[in-house]
């Protein structure tokens, strides 16, 4: 099966087209000739996910799916939340957003966080949606070079390495996405 991820995240891609495997072709935006920037105005994951795959099926006609993931900490009341992505402004800087992230935890004994994940599918004219959440907690300092956006300070439970130290595969076993795309492969599989 052939289906386009409305994401501009290379990363993004690479884990997902790892977790699905060999039955999917994923085809990317620059694949479909979609170069412009997706909209993301909501205040929820699941808002802006289906924004993202609408867009695309209306000026693409493709069938596909989004997603938007959010980092909660609770030491912060749930921020940067939907926001994470741009956290510390635009342009969206990874390295800058954990440096605020770190910043506004300084002196914080309360580490507890959770990403969430919501893919939104747009397939046959019908509009699907599969969540994906993973516990852990805010390191106080970066480790680890693998994965992308705040895998360097996030720990997930039952780990003694944050998502940058483990491998891709041991990641997508048990992250928001990686949990929230198992729904997604078992749909499609069963459809």
Do not use: W
Request: net charge negative; hydrophobic share 35%; glycine share 10%.
């Amino acid at each position: 099966m052939k289906i386009c991820f409305a994401t501009n995240n290379p990363k993004k891609i690479e884990e997902v087209k790892a977790a699905l495997g060999s039955n999917f072709e994923i085809v990317s935006l620059q694949d479909i000739g979609c170069h412009e920037e997706l909209p993301e105005t909501g205040d929820t994951l699941e808002y802006n996910a289906f924004q993202k795959a609408r867009y695309v099926k209306e000026n693409f006609g493709v069938d596909c799916f989004a997603d938007d993931t959010g980092l909660e900490v609770d030491a912060l009341a749930g921020e940067p939340g939907v926001y994470s992505g741009r956290y510390a402004g635009e342009p969206r800087s990874d390295e800058r957003n954990i440096d605020l992230l770190l910043k506004k935890m300084e002196g914080t004994e309360l580490r507890s966080a959770r990403f969430k994940t919501v893919i939104a599918l747009l397939l046959d004219g019908q509009e699907y949606k599969f969540e994906g959440i993973a516990e852990g907690e805010i390191l106080p300092e970066r480790t680890g070079q693998g994965g992308f956006g705040y895998d360097p300070v996030f720990q997930p439970k039952g780990y003694s390495q944050s998502f940058a130290e483990i491998s891709m595969a041991a990641k997508n076993s048990i992250s928001h996405r990686g949990k929230a795309v198992q729904q997604l492969i078992t749909f499609l599989n069963h459809r």
